[in-house]
């Protein structure tokens, strides 16, 4: 999902068949701040829900992968156009399962992070500038879900759930982040590294998940970095599962906060594999807000405010309309 001057645009996949070959998705747009959405391009192909930024001339781009071909597809919609049909260009080998996207707005040119341990710069005209493995599989596990944050600055932050060799297990969560918009990539404390970066506990990444949860399934929900912290939000499923809240001092490496084994307010707690902290240009000067999956008790799932020092300042069932939760704390 984004949000510009002309709307909030939202892909989703809206049917598929068995074998992963013919998934229906769309990309719809609301003028109504979320109350209501039109589609405005639909297809069938051999892909996932295709991932969606804009720019600050309100264009949309969308990235989708291509299981048979093993490409990836960008789709350019103008708003000179009023988004009326797509500009496709091809992703040489961005094919995978899961993946993320970024536009870099002081670079002008969008990041593509996969789980196939490609990363691509891409202009916005769609070519492709350049392309590399950024991780590369380890002894004990592979990359499976990346994820992209861009803060403000520039700093382009990675970080990405590990599958374990040959079992089905989330094994753990790593990060490394980069200065000069993906060419270069280090530690938070600073120590570069070489390309492409081992994958697992055996490379030199930042390990974000402790040693204690090797035998439990752990997935990376979010990250978002401002004001020079970096925060991580994830599900460890142990018995009983416990949600992290981890803030780490994204110029030293000093990992300063770890909420566990619950993470909520007075009433309602976050507890979910799966969610998404919602960022915004000016998001250096706002509280983080967390959103987890819908838990059962209410087909609307809860969201949380979180203060400067981590401290729950609001929690709340979601509303029908995307406006943003009233500030309560405005320090990073």
Known sequence: MAGNRKGIFMTHIRSRDEPYTAQQWRLSRSEGRGKAFTIIFEATHATNPPVVETDARDNIYLIRPDFLDGSAYLYRFLASENYARPHISTVPSGSAGKYSMIYDAKRKRLCYFAHNDMFFIIGPDGAVKSSWNLLKPGPNAVVQYPLLFLEPDGTLHAAWTTQKNGVYLYWDIHHILSRDGGVTWQKMDGTLLALPVIADETGPSERITPGDKFDVHTWLFSLIAKGGKAHFFYSAQTSPPREHYIRYDSRTGRREIDLFPKFGGQAIFLMNLDGFSPRAPEC???????????????????????GRHGTITQSARNRSSLEPMPSADAAS
């Open 284 to 306: 250096g000067k706002r509280p983080l807000t967390a959103v987890p999956c819908g838990t059962g008790e209410s087909s609307a799932p809860p969201a949380m405010t979180t």
